[in-house]
């Protein structure tokens, strides 16, 4: 079987076309993700096929809710990246992108710097921290007009840890799996308290995925109050409720 070629025709029902340069990209990221995962825990997704599918793919359903358009350059964040999902299968799609990995995790950020230079990317910056610190550096403070976010934490955790980031008239799209009417629920006064607007939840119907997932698109309508996020560990320990 071609190469990344689950990925290409998944990416092509999401109106996506890769390229053969782009294809080789994933083709690189997928072998290196692969073989770095025998020393740093980056995934528990170790086969090819899947790394495409769970991986790739799935990075790329964004586009179903959020596609670069005019020639405004976009700034994207991907808090807690881990191996780069779902920000670098972004940038190697929309390689105009301008886009900051956080990463609370050395080891995992110090695979992410290799992969920039095996992949020779630019505009990609790597910061290593915890985004309730990073999120109160003027350098990143609400820069950003996309803030993404998957598998970190529960949507009132995520809504504190991510809507800092977001420039207001941007958005923060999480990804989600499973039923989340309970989570979205208790997320909606972290959400207003942090300056976000639930714009709309997407479920994403591709063959591929056969168990519930969705985008939860949160739109930023004011600016979030200069307490948020709280120190590291309140997000989570003690969610906005
Ligand atoms: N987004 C990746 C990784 C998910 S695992 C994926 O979908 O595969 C969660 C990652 O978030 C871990 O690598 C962890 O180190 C990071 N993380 C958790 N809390 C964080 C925080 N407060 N700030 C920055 N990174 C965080």
Redesign the pocket.
Known sequence: MPSMEILSSGASRLGLQLNPEQLQQFETYCHELIDWNRRVN??AITVYEEVQVN?FLDSLTVALVWQPTGSAIPRII?????????GVALKITFPQIRLVL????AK?ASFLHHLQDLLNFEGIEIVV????E?AHNARYREGFSLVL?????SLPTLAE?TLPFCTIGGSVVL?KKGDIEDELRKASLAIDTCGGKLHEVRAVDLPEFPDQRQLVVIDKVSATPGQYPRR?GM??KRPIR
């Open positions: 980056l995934t991986h991907d808090v807690g990246t881990g191996g780069g999902v779902p956080l990463e609370a995790t995992k921290g915890r985004a309730e990073i976010s998957r598998a970190v934490a840890l990804h590291p997000p989570k």
